[in-house]
C-alpha cells in the first residue's frame, strides 16, 4: 500500500487564524488567547503539565495566554477608545 501524501491542514490552520487576526485585529487576539488559555487550564486541571508548545510547562503557557489576552484588551482600548499616544 503506498503512502499516502503529506497534507499541510495545519498550514491552512495557521492562515486561517492570520486572516482572522489581521480582518479583526486586538479583538481576534484576545479571542484566540483566552480561547487557547481557558483550554490549557482545563487540561492542567486534569493532570497535564507538560505541553508540546514551544514553552513547555502549562504554567508558562498560560502564563503567555494570560499576557497576549491582557495586550489584546489593551490593543481594542486603543483602537476604540484612544488609550494610547
Known sequence: MADKPYDPLRLC?????????????????????????????????QGLTRSKCVLRDTRLVLTYLGVLALAGVVGVGWQVYGWLP
Not at 16 to 30: E, Q, Y
Open 13 to 45: 490552520v495557521y492562515a486561517t487564524i492570520a486572516a482572522l487576526a489581521w480582518i479583526l485585529g486586538p479583538i481576534a487576539v484576545v479571542g484566540f488567547a483566552l480561547l487557547g488559555f481557558f483550554g490549557y487550564l482545563r487540561a492542567r486541571r
